[in-house]
C-alpha cells in the first residue's frame, strides 16, 4: 500500500499519515504528502505538490 495525505496548510504534521504507518508496517510501500508547496522528500515521505498528483 502507497498511505496519501492530502494538505491544505500545516503541512509539517502529518498525524494521520503517521497513524496509519505505525498500524501497518510491513504493508506500506511509499508515503506520499500532497500539499501546496514544491517537491520535497522529508526522510521517508514524499511531498508533491499538487499539480504532481496524476504521476502517483
Same mark, same amino acid.
Given at each position: 500500500?502507497?498511505p ?6 500545516g503541512? *509539517?504534521?502529518?498525524?494521520? +499519515?503517521?497513524a496509519?504507518?505505525? *498500524? ?6 511509499? *508515503?506520499? +504528502? ?6 520535497? *522528500? ?5 511531498? +508533491? ?8
Amino acid at each position: 500500500m502507497c498511505p496519501l495525505e492530502i494538505k491544505a496548510s500545516g503541512y *509539517k504534521t502529518h498525524a494521520s +499519515l503517521d497513524a496509519f504507518c505505525q *498500524k501497518f508496517p510491513a504493508r506500506v510501500l511509499w *508515503k506520499y +504528502l500532497v500539499y501546496t508547496k514544491d517537491y520535497a *522528500k522529508d526522510s521517508d515521505i514524499i511531498c +508533491l505538490p499538487v499539480y504532481m498528483t496524476p504521476f502517483i
